[in-house]
């Protein structure tokens, strides 16, 4: 029987990528959506005409509750789950100064990037060391696994540096149970690149001359740390950007107005 992996966020942007490239790859997969219902139902669609089996989860994944009721019906419906994959994360696309920020914003980046995968993994370690065997993936951004910080990007980056931490951590508690826990950084990959497949974009070239990055970039790294003779690769942070500087990039100093 397939392995089933539960990924957040799936219906659209690189949880999309993730959907499409790990059901390929043989995985049944349950994926959690928001308010995109119709773009879910289409790519589970797509996944079952493959010869997968796909289940779409209505889920607030702010909610301890709501994830803990999506996870039991991934159970119920694909018998199990071997693989996590935390997709979801909130991002704040203004430049915001953290002085700016109020204790609801700071709890929203927290809880929609770091504690909800404390939910995840509490809600999913014991029947995966059971079966002796997990894998979880985090996502995380350019230098996450360096703790670098981001000018105007200060709480996104102080959560996604602390799940890298995490990620690492579960890593060495649960590795005696067959548990893998590694974390990729995707790259400046924008708008609907983020749902296309390299066979997509195979003609187009960046002013650069090179094919523009898209989503399957990161699933592929994805399906990489899920595999089950990937057991040494853990603890990881890999960055899949193209050698590009993406915080650089976005933090050239701005003198402020007086």
Same mark, same amino acid.
């Given at each position: 029987?397939? *392995?089933?992996?539960?990924?957040?966020?799936?219906? *659209?942007?690189? /949880? &999309?990528?993730?959907?499409?490239?790990?059901? @390929?790859?043989?995985?049944?997969?349950?994926?959690?959506?928001?308010?995109?219902?119709?773009?879910?139902?289409?790519?589970?669609?797509?996944?079952?005409?493959?010869?997968?089996?796909?289940?779409?989860? &209505?889920?607030?994944?702010?909610?301890?509750?709501?994830?803990?009721?999506?996870? !039991?019906?991934?159970? /119920?419906?694909?018998?199990?789950?071997?693989?996590?994959? &935390?997709?979801?994360?909130?991002?704040?696309?203004?430049?915001?100064?953290?002085?700016?920020?109020? $204790?609801?914003?700071?709890?929203?980046?927290?809880?929609?990037?770091?504690? #909800?995968?404390?939910?995840?993994?509490?809600?999913?370690? &014991?029947?995966?060391?059971?079966?002796?065997?997990?894998?979880?993936?985090?996502?995380?951004?350019?230098?996450?696994?360096?703790?670098?910080?981001?000018?105007?990007?200060?709480?996104?980056?102080?959560? @996604?540096?602390?799940? +890298?931490?995490?990620?690492? !951590?579960?890593?060495?508690?649960?590795?005696?149970? /067959?548990?893998?826990?590694?974390?990729?950084?995707?790259? $400046?990959?924008?708008?609907? $690149? *983020?749902?296309?497949?390299?066979?997509?974009? *195979? $003609?187009?070239?960046?002013?650069?001359?090179?094919?523009?990055?898209?989503?399957?970039?990161?699933?592929? +790294?994805?399906?990489?740390?899920?595999?089950?003779?990937?057991?040494?690769? #853990?603890?990881?942070?890999?960055?899949?950007?193209?050698?590009?500087?993406?915080?650089?990039?976005?933090?050239?100093?701005?003198?402020?107005?007086?």
């Amino acid at each position: 029987m397939a *392995k089933v992996v539960f990924i957040t966020s799936g219906a *659209k942007g690189l /949880g &999309h990528s993730m959907v499409l490239t790990l059901a @390929k790859a043989g995985w049944d997969v349950a994926f959690t959506y928001g308010s995109s219902q119709e773009e879910a139902v289409a790519l589970a669609g797509r996944v079952e005409k493959s010869g997968r089996r796909a289940l779409p989860i &209505h889920c607030d994944l702010f909610s301890r509750d709501d994830i803990q009721s999506a996870v !039991s019906a991934a159970r /119920g419906a694909l018998g199990g789950i071997d693989a996590v994959v &935390h997709n979801f994360g909130p991002f704040v696309f203004e430049r915001r100064p953290l002085a700016d920020y109020d $204790d609801e914003m700071w709890r929203q980046m927290m809880d929609g990037n770091l504690t #909800n995968f404390f939910w995840l993994y509490r809600a999913t370690v &014991h029947e995966m060391r059971a079966n002796r065997f997990g894998r979880y993936v985090t996502v995380g951004y350019d230098g996450a696994g360096e703790a670098r910080g981001w000018r105007f990007r200060a709480a996104y980056a102080a959560a @996604k540096s602390g799940l +890298a931490a995490l990620t690492r !951590s579960i890593a060495r508690e649960e590795r005696i149970y /067959g548990i893998t826990a590694n974390m990729v950084c995707p790259g $400046d990959i924008r708008g609907e $690149d *983020k749902m296309r497949m390299i066979e997509d974009v *195979k $003609d187009v070239r960046t002013e650069e001359g090179l094919r523009p990055p898209v989503g399957e970039d990161v699933a592929r +790294a994805v399906e990489w740390f899920l595999r089950e003779d990937s057991q040494e690769v #853990n603890g990881t942070v890999l960055e899949v950007t193209g050698a590009r500087e993406i915080v650089a990039k976005d933090s050239f100093p701005r003198r402020p107005e007086p």
